[in-house]
Every structure is written in structure tokens, then in C-alpha cells.
């Protein structure tokens, strides 16, 4: 404590000082220096969203410095401060401290506390000690010279006033119903939980806590009062197994009597929730028998609108076939004329019908995505074998039959251990779907279409492996599994949503609400995403936000939103930095709730995998339907934000799931998993997929993508809102008259 007498003023010219020196108020010089280097401090963050570790101590310092030096005096208190300065405080602190976003309203609240402490110290030491010598506070303290001249009058004017003094009297009351004072000092109860973590097994219940946190260094509780709570805690952990097994009536609650007030839970720390504790919030568990009534009521419901859709179609047909058998003059057939309710322009329909018939000659040829091309050496002949030394794990390779220039798959070299003449691959690609398989498999496999996915031996001197940079072009020619499938076999959902997009002409954006992905944005399909998605071609990733949209109203319908939640399909994917990826990913894991699994797709340039991460049992789940490798950059991803909020490394399982056949049909295969996931009544993502086929049929996979595209349907236009998810209703609101929606209207009829 400073010597009022000689601090409360500035000093005199020749004026000394004998008294000691003390030590004057924290700078945190360190933080200003590291971020003029671009450097920054980690915060890592508990399961319940709190700061700790040695940088959140320094982080509530510099909260403090922050508030003392851009805060005026003169506020009388903290919802008085401007936004505008508040916005100011958490921008410096983000220079200096890599901190979760979603902190940010914790930190504005611990400086409001801080700014009341600054008060409460310039009131307490600075200012009623000299209510006799006025003198003495006319100026600042010299420890803190840097306060205005002017706030400081204002700041003595105020704590003179009576009604300040009555506000301190009901201050001084209130604290002296405080019985039981902790000794966690900076500590804080966060910090401490994380001690007693770390050296028990066992589980700590917030009793413990607020057992611990009123010791003293010899382990003693000195007060009283607070020893015959503490007696309590002790008995009643001894009369039950479980803590905490009364929720909110928990041991603690029940020892100190009396329930915790709205905002404030005993023995947790500040700001946390009881919701975010006791994850009492959506707990609700859906019946089996519901789960499977709403799943195939769904199902009726879509084939019965299906079925309506195609009876429309063909009656039309039909009154198209009856009235085209009379005469009409050349130019315009009856079959217009009975359509139209006036006179269209004849050239108009022409050059529109003409347009869509020309996109229905679609070639069966390999459009390749820039994003997804591998390059492989093109010289083959200067490809030699090479000694099994030379053949490290996840080596990317060739696969030849009889001969090496007979390429028949693409692999990964898996076990670099296998002696004799055999190495073993993990099939990533099959070229040549009926090649032979040199060595049988020990499930009785013979063809190559049937070891997608799977682990086999590869005679050694066919595995070719220099060089290998892998170029799809090379083998679409052959590879029919790749090429894209025509818009006739499509959905008839999903042609008319196509036809109708096309004729409109313009994108289709959808507002994603806050709740889906933890952010409010908006998805934009354009115009050739849903071509490619109609003709079963590499899907974009906004229609993969989509149909995560679509599953997360299934969830509403189905009270499940407590089991799952989701991340967006670019969020995680390479392209963007990973410190930004880290952010997101910790971001949305902090905003997780008790055993709640976290899905997102993630693209490792070229390809769709599904990630699956269970915060509280720190568990990751590797999805992919293509390769069972687990990519690194993701890995990385996760564990470092595993990091940040101060969790051991996750334990990755590798989960065996639906294998896709070809290369493109990752994607579907991704937004089929989530399907199956969240419409399980079972959580275990193993058992899920353990249940699931070996491989997903076509109809599997028009599944969702007639319910994506009864889904994104309804927000092409507001418009059509009023149709109500029918496409039929689309002539209502179209500003074009019917007459020029016939030509594809007739073309969806004829195939």
C-alpha cells in the first residue's frame, strides 16, 4: 500500500522523499513491446469458455492498464462509458492477445470491474483520507499523473457529494453479508480448477473448488464459519457417488443453502452460465418411436408430391398429344394456342426451346476442376521399379497390371514393412473397374471395382511410385464412373428447380440464420454449381451449405438440435490460413454443448471428407469415402485449437464408412453421412456408419438431392414462398406467361 501523505500530490521543487520506494501501478510494458513486433499471446480457454494459463493473468493486467488509461474518471459508472470507447478497449486488446471472439463480452465485462476498482482505489487512498486538507486534492497522484486535470476535479466534486456517500454506506452493508472469502487471489477460480485437474483423476465438481479455493498455504480453513461449510461438503460427498448428480440442487448449493442468483454461480467463476454448466439446456431425448414416425412421414410426404408432380406432367402430355392432331395454320401449332391466354412471340419460344435443347446433348467427357487436377509424370518410360527401401508410408503410386504400361488404379503406399515381393496400397482410384486383382483378397474380392477404399498387396515391381504427381486427365477417357450423369436421370425436383433457375437467369442466394454455422451470411449457388450438382459433377461447396441448412430444420422438427451442431463447408478447408481456421474451429467447439458433436465437411483441395469432433470426450472422427488416410492439415487445425482452449491432443479414429467408386462422389457421399447421422437414433458415430451399406446406391444419393433441391426451391424467389415448395405454382409468379415456359416444360415431359 502506497503512503498516502506522500503520493497524493506532486512533489515540490526540492522536495525529497526518505520513505521506500513502492511499487507503482502495472504498465505491462512487455504486451506493448511484443506487439509492436507482431507478436501476440495465445489465450487458452477451459470447457466452460474462461481464460486461464499464465497468459489470461497477464491478459486481465492488461485489461486493467487498458482501462486506467483510456477510461475518463468521470463516468459514473460502466454502462455510462460510450460504446464507442468500450469497442476501443477489446480492439488494443486484440492487438496484443490471440482471444476467442466470442469472448469479447466476458472482457468488456472484467473491464467494467476493473474500472470500478481504479474508482474504488482513487476513493479509498487518494481521496477520504484528505477530506480535512482540500490541499491535497486539488492534483492527481503522481502515480497516476497521466488522469486529466479537470476529471480529476470532477472525480474529488462527485465523491464529496451526499449522495455518493449513501451509496458507499449500502456498498459497506452489502459486503459485510459476505461470510465465506476465497484466497484464489489472481489465481481465480478457473485457474484453480485446472490445478486440481491436473493432479487428481478424479472428477471435480465446483464444491471441491470452493472447498480448495478458502485454504491457506498450509491447507487449513481459519474461519469458522466457513470450516462448518466445509464439513458439510465433506459429508455429503461421502453419502452420495456423484457430485453433481442433482443439477443445480448440487452438493454445493445444498451446503451453503439457497439458491444461485440469475448471472452468478458459486464456486465457477465469472460469467458462466448455469445453462453452460450444468448443460441443463436442450437435454431433451427424442423418443425412438417419434424419430421414426416424423422420418418416414417425411418420406411419404416426398414420394406423394413426386408422384403428383409426374401425373401433372403426363396429363399434360396427354392434352398436348390430343390437341396437337388438329390442323393448324404453319408457324404456330393448336398446341400453343390451347397453352397461351394470348399472343406470344413466336421466335421468343423458338430460340428458348432451342436453348434448352441444346444443353440436353450433353458429352459423356470428363470436365475436370482446376482445383482437383494431381499431375503424374507423363513420361512413363523413364519410370523404373524401385527397392521397397525407397517406398515410404503415404507415398502416392501407380498401380499397373502385367505390364507398367497398363495402369489400372491409383494408391498409397501403406506398409513400407512388407517383405518378399508384395507391397501393401490403400486403392484410392479405380481406372480399370474390371481388371483382375493379381493377388485375390482375403474377402474373396477378383475385380478392381469392388477395392475402392480397401488395403490390398500389390506385386512390387508394378507399384510405380517415381514421379508421381498424379493428373486426372490421364485416365477420365477411361474411366466411366467419372463421367457426368445426363439431366434426364436427375430428380424431378431437381429439374424443375434447374429449367426454372435457368429461365430466370440469375443466382439463387439464401440467408443462412446465426444459429446454423454460429455466424449470419448469405449462400450464393450459382447458376453453373446447379448444373453440375443436377448432372452429379464435383459439388460446390455453397451446396453443400445448403443441404446443411435443410438438416438443420429436420433437426428443429425433430428436437435434436442439442445433439448436433455445424460448421460451414469452406470454414475449415484449405485455402485460408490456418491461424484464421483455428480461430473459427475453437469459436464455434467453445460454442458447443455438453457431449455435443461438432460436423463439418473439409476439403483438402480435391477432396470431400467428413469431420466429426466430440469436445468433451476429446474425440475426432475421420469420415471419407475415398481414402481412410487422415489428412495432416486438418489434423493440425484441430489440435491446435484443441490447444488453445487448453485440451490434450484429440484421439483421431479412422471410421469405416460407404466407399464412392469413382473420384467425384465425395461430395454426396458427405451430405448423405450427415444425413444418416443426425436421422439416427443412435449417437455413436462408429455404430452409424458400422449399420450404413458398403457403398451407396443412386437412389441413396437422389434422396438428398431431392430433398436439397425441394429445399432450395423454396428460396429462389420470395415470390415463391406462396407456392409453397410446388413447382407447379411457379406460373403464378413467374413474370412470364406460360406460353414461353412451355418449351421445357415439354422437354421434361418427353424424357
Same mark, same amino acid.
Given at each position: 500500500?502506497?503512503?498516502?501523505?506522500?503520493?497524493?500530490?506532486?512533489?515540490?521543487?526540492?522536495?525529497?522523499?526518505?520513505?521506500?520506494?513502492?511499487?507503482?501501478?502495472?504498465?505491462?510494458?512487455?504486451?506493448?513491446?511484443?506487439?509492436?513486433?507482431?507478436?501476440?499471446?495465445?489465450?487458452?480457454?477451459?470447457?466452460?469458455?474462461?481464460?486461464?494459463?499464465?497468459?489470461?493473468?497477464?491478459?486481465?493486467?492488461?485489461?486493467?492498464?487498458?482501462?486506467?488509461?483510456?477510461?475518463?474518471?468521470?463516468?459514473?459508472?460502466?454502462?455510462?462509458?460510450?460504446?464507442?470507447?468500450?469497442?476501443?478497449?477489446?480492439?488494443?486488446?486484440?492487438?496484443?492477445?490471440?482471444?476467442?471472439?466470442?469472448?469479447?463480452?466476458?472482457?468488456?465485462?472484467?473491464?467494467?470491474?476493473?474500472?470500478?476498482?481504479?474508482?474504488?482505489?482513487?476513493?479509498?487512498?487518494?481521496?477520504?483520507?484528505?477530506?480535512?486538507?482540500?490541499?491535497?486534492?486539488?492534483?492527481?497522484?503522481?502515480?497516476?499523473?497521466?488522469?486529466?486535470?479537470?476529471?480529476?476535479?470532477?472525480?474529488?466534486?462527485?465523491?464529496?457529494?451526499?449522495?455518493?456517500?449513501?451509496?458507499?454506506?449500502?456498498?459497506?452493508?452489502?459486503?459485510?453479508?459476505?461470510?465465506?472469502?476465497?484466497?484464489?487471489?489472481?489465481?481465480?477460480?478457473?485457474?484453480?480448477?485446472?490445478?486440481?485437474?491436473?493432479?487428481?483423476?478424479?472428477?471435480?465438481?465446483?464444491?471441491?473448488?470452493?472447498?480448495?479455493?478458502?485454504?491457506?498455504?498450509?491447507?487449513? $480453513?481459519?474461519?469458522?464459519?466457513? *470450516?462448518? %461449510?466445509?464439513?458439510?461438503?465433506?459429508?455429503?460427498? @461421502? +453419502? /452420495?457417488?456423484? =457430485? !453433481?448428480?442433482?443439477?443445480?440442487?448440487?452438493?454445493?448449493?445444498?451446503?451453503?443453502?439457497?439458491?444461485?442468483?440469475?448471472? $452468478?454461480?458459486?464456486?465457477?467463476? *465469472?460469467? %458462466?452460465?448455469?445453462?453452460?454448466?450444468?448443460?441443463? @439446456? +436442450? /437435454?431433451?431425448? =427424442? !423418443?425412438?418411436?417419434?424419430?421414426?414416425?416424423?422420418?418416414?412421414?417425411?418420406?411419404?410426404?416426398?414420394?406423394?408430391?413426386?408422384?403428383?408432380?409426374?401425373?401433372?406432367?403426363?396429363?399434360?402430355?396427354?392434352?398436348?398429344?390430343?390437341?396437337?392432331?388438329?390442323?393448324?395454320?404453319?408457324?404456330?401449332?393448336?398446341?400453343?394456342?390451347?397453352?397461351?391466354?394470348?399472343?406470344?412471340?413466336?421466335?421468343?419460344?423458338?430460340?428458348?426451346?432451342?436453348?434448352?435443347?441444346?444443353?440436353?446433348?450433353?458429352?459423356?467427357?470428363?470436365?475436370?476442376?482446376?482445383?482437383?487436377?494431381?499431375?503424374?509424370?507423363?513420361?512413363?518410360?523413364?519410370?523404373?521399379?524401385?527397392?521397397?527401401?525407397?517406398?515410404?508410408?503415404?507415398?502416392?503410386?501407380?498401380?499397373?497390371?502385367?505390364?507398367?504400361?497398363?495402369?489400372?488404379?491409383?494408391?498409397?503406399?501403406?506398409?513400407?514393412?512388407?517383405?518378399?515381393?508384395?507391397?501393401?496400397?490403400?486403392?484410392?482410384?479405380?481406372?480399370?473397374?474390371?481388371?483382375?486383382?493379381?493377388?485375390?483378397?482375403?474377402?474373396?474380392?477378383?475385380?478392381?471395382?469392388?477395392?475402392?477404399?480397401?488395403?490390398?498387396?500389390?506385386?512390387?515391381?508394378?507399384?510405380?511410385?517415381?514421379?508421381?504427381?498424379?493428373?486426372?486427365?490421364?485416365?477420365?477417357?477411361?474411366?466411366?464412373?467419372?463421367?457426368?450423369?445426363?439431366?434426364?436421370?436427375?430428380?424431378?425436383?431437381?429439374?424443375?428447380?434447374?429449367?426454372?433457375?435457368?429461365?430466370?437467369?440469375?443466382?439463387?442466394?439464401?440467408?443462412?440464420?446465426?444459429?446454423?454455422?454460429?455466424?449470419?451470411?448469405?449462400?450464393?449457388?450459382?447458376?453453373?454449381?446447379?448444373?453440375?450438382?443436377?448432372?452429379?459433377?464435383?459439388?460446390?461447396?455453397?451446396?453443400?451449405?445448403?443441404?446443411?441448412?435443410?438438416?438443420?430444420?429436420?433437426?428443429?422438427?425433430?428436437?435434436?438440435?442439442?445433439?448436433?451442431?455445424?460448421?460451414?463447408?469452406?470454414?475449415?478447408?484449405?485455402?485460408?490460413?490456418?491461424?484464421?481456421?483455428?480461430?473459427?474451429?475453437?469459436?464455434?467447439?467453445?460454442?458447443?454443448?455438453?457431449?455435443?458433436?461438432?460436423?463439418?465437411?473439409?476439403?483438402?483441395?480435391?477432396?470431400?471428407?467428413?469431420?466429426?469432433?466430440?469436445?468433451?470426450?476429446?474425440?475426432?472422427?475421420?469420415?471419407?469415402?475415398?481414402?481412410?488416410?487422415?489428412?495432416?492439415?486438418?489434423?493440425?487445425?484441430?489440435?491446435?485449437?484443441?490447444?488453445?482452449?487448453?485440451?490434450?491432443?484429440?484421439?483421431?479414429?479412422?471410421?469405416?464408412?460407404?466407399?464412392?467408386?469413382?473420384?467425384?462422389?465425395?461430395?454426396?457421399?458427405?451430405?448423405?453421412?450427415?444425413?444418416?447421422?443426425?436421422?439416427?437414433?443412435?449417437?455413436?458415430?462408429?455404430?452409424?456408419?458400422?449399420?450404413?451399406?458398403?457403398?451407396?446406391?443412386?437412389?441413396?444419393?437422389?434422396?438428398?438431392?431431392?430433398?436439397?433441391?425441394?429445399?432450395?426451391?423454396?428460396?429462389?424467389?420470395?415470390?415463391?414462398?406462396?407456392?409453397?415448395?410446388?413447382?407447379?405454382?411457379?406460373?403464378?409468379?413467374?413474370?412470364?406467361?406460360?406460353?414461353?415456359?412451355?418449351?421445357?416444360?415439354?422437354?421434361?415431359?418427353?424424357?
Amino acid at each position: 500500500m502506497f503512503d498516502s501523505q506522500d503520493v497524493a500530490r506532486p512533489k515540490e521543487k526540492g522536495e525529497s522523499s526518505t520513505q521506500k520506494r513502492k511499487r507503482g501501478p502495472t504498465e505491462m510494458k512487455e504486451i506493448t513491446r511484443a506487439r509492436s513486433e507482431g507478436q501476440k499471446l495465445v489465450i487458452q480457454y477451459n470447457e466452460l469458455g474462461q481464460a486461464i494459463g499464465q497468459n489470461a493473468t497477464k491478459l486481465k493486467s492488461f485489461i486493467g492498464t487498458t482501462v486506467r488509461f483510456h477510461v475518463p474518471i468521470i463516468y459514473s459508472d460502466w454502462p455510462t462509458v460510450p460504446k464507442e470507447i468500450k469497442d476501443k478497449i477489446f480492439e488494443l486488446i486484440e492487438a496484443g492477445f490471440v482471444v476467442d471472439p466470442r469472448s469479447k463480452k466476458a472482457i468488456i465485462q472484467n473491464a467494467g470491474v476493473c474500472f470500478r476498482q481504479f474508482k474504488y482505489r482513487l476513493t479509498t487512498t487518494y481521496v477520504l483520507p484528505f477530506l480535512d486538507d482540500v490541499e491535497k486534492l486539488k492534483f492527481p497522484p503522481n502515480e497516476y499523473s497521466f488522469i486529466d486535470q479537470q476529471h480529476w476535479t470532477e472525480f474529488v466534486a462527485s465523491r464529496l457529494k451526499e449522495d455518493f456517500k449513501k451509496k458507499s454506506e449500502n456498498g459497506k452493508e452489502k459486503r459485510k453479508k459476505h461470510k465465506y472469502n476465497h484466497r484464489t487471489s489472481r489465481k481465480g477460480y478457473a485457474n484453480l480448477m485446472e490445478e486440481l485437474k491436473a493432479s487428481s483423476s478424479d472428477q471435480i465438481d465446483r464444491s471441491i473448488v470452493w472447498k480448495q479455493a478458502r485454504m491457506d498455504r498450509k491447507g487449513q $480453513i481459519p474461519d469458522e464459519e466457513t *470450516k462448518e %461449510v466445509v464439513n458439510l461438503i465433506d459429508e455429503l460427498v @461421502a +453419502t /452420495q457417488n456423484t =457430485t !453433481n448428480g442433482f443439477g443445480e440442487e448440487d452438493i454445493l448449493a445444498r451446503a451453503l443453502g439457497g439458491k444461485d442468483r440469475p448471472g $452468478i454461480l458459486r464456486g465457477v467463476g *465469472k460469467y %458462466v452460465t448455469k445453462k453452460k454448466y450444468f448443460h441443463t @439446456a +436442450t /437435454q431433451q431425448k =427424442t !423418443n425412438e418411436k417419434e424419430d421414426d414416425k416424423a422420418t418416414s412421414k417425411e418420406h411419404d410426404r416426398m414420394a406423394k408430391r413426386i408422384k403428383e408432380l409426374e401425373e401433372e406432367l403426363l396429363k399434360m402430355k396427354e392434352n398436348d398429344d390430343c390437341v396437337g392432331n388438329s390442323k393448324e395454320e404453319p408457324g404456330m401449332g393448336s398446341k400453343e394456342k390451347s397453352f397461351m391466354e394470348g399472343d406470344e412471340n413466336v421466335n421468343d419460344m423458338e430460340d428458348l426451346s432451342n436453348d434448352l435443347e441444346s444443353e440436353k446433348d450433353i458429352e459423356d467427357v470428363v470436365e475436370l476442376n482446376e482445383d482437383i487436377k494431381v499431375d503424374i509424370a507423363k513420361d512413363d518410360k523413364k519410370v523404373e521399379g524401385v527397392t521397397l527401401e525407397k517406398m515410404k508410408v503415404g507415398t502416392p503410386c501407380k498401380l499397373a497390371f502385367e505390364t507398367k504400361d497398363h495402369v489400372v488404379a491409383w494408391g498409397t503406399i501403406i506398409d513400407s514393412d512388407a517383405e518378399g515381393d508384395n507391397v501393401k496400397v490403400a486403392i484410392d482410384v479405380v481406372v480399370d473397374g474390371d481388371c483382375a486383382i493379381p493377388i485375390p483378397s482375403e474377402q474373396g474380392m477378383y475385380k478392381m471395382s469392388q477395392e475402392v477404399g480397401s488395403h490390398i498387396l500389390w506385386p512390387r515391381d508394378l507399384v510405380i511410385t517415381n514421379n508421381i504427381k498424379m493428373d486426372y486427365g490421364e485416365f477420365t477417357k477411361d474411366m466411366s464412373t467419372f463421367a457426368p450423369t445426363p439431366i434426364q436421370n436427375a430428380p424431378v425436383a431437381l429439374r424443375f428447380l434447374l429449367r426454372m433457375v435457368e429461365h430466370m437467369g440469375s443466382a439463387i442466394q439464401i440467408t443462412t440464420p446465426h444459429d446454423v454455422f454460429g455466424v449470419r451470411r448469405k449462400c450464393c449457388i450459382m447458376i453453373e454449381s446447379l448444373k453440375d450438382f443436377t448432372s452429379m459433377r464435383p459439388i460446390a461447396t455453397a451446396c453443400l451449405d445448403a443441404y446443411i441448412m435443410y438438416l438443420y430444420t429436420r433437426m428443429e422438427s425433430t428436437r435434436t438440435l442439442n445433439l448436433y451442431k455445424f460448421l460451414d463447408a469452406g470454414s475449415i478447408s484449405c485455402g485460408s490460413s490456418k491461424e484464421e481456421r483455428v480461430q473459427l474451429l475453437t469459436a464455434r467447439l467453445l460454442g458447443t454443448d455438453y457431449d455435443q458433436l461438432l460436423l463439418f465437411p473439409y476439403n483438402s483441395g480435391n477432396h470431400w471428407t467428413l469431420v466429426v469432433i466430440n469436445l468433451t470426450k476429446g474425440a475426432a472422427f475421420w469420415i471419407d469415402p475415398l481414402k481412410n488416410r487422415i489428412d495432416p492439415d486438418v489434423t493440425e487445425v484441430v489440435e491446435r485449437s484443441f490447444n488453445i482452449m487448453n485440451k490434450k491432443k484429440p484421439a483421431w479414429r479412422v471410421v469405416k464408412c460407404p466407399k464412392q467408386s469413382g473420384v467425384v462422389e465425395c461430395g454426396y457421399y458427405v451430405m448423405r453421412f450427415m444425413r444418416d447421422i443426425i436421422m439416427s437414433t443412435s449417437t455413436s458415430i462408429i455404430q452409424i456408419m458400422k449399420d450404413s451399406p458398403r457403398a451407396y446406391t443412386q437412389d441413396d444419393i437422389d434422396c438428398i438431392r431431392s430433398e436439397w433441391a425441394e429445399f432450395v426451391g423454396k428460396h429462389v424467389d420470395k415470390g415463391l414462398n406462396k407456392a409453397k415448395g410446388n413447382p407447379m405454382a411457379f406460373y403464378k409468379v413467374l413474370p412470364q406467361s406460360i406460353g414461353a415456359m412451355k418449351p421445357w416444360i415439354r422437354q421434361l415431359v418427353d424424357v
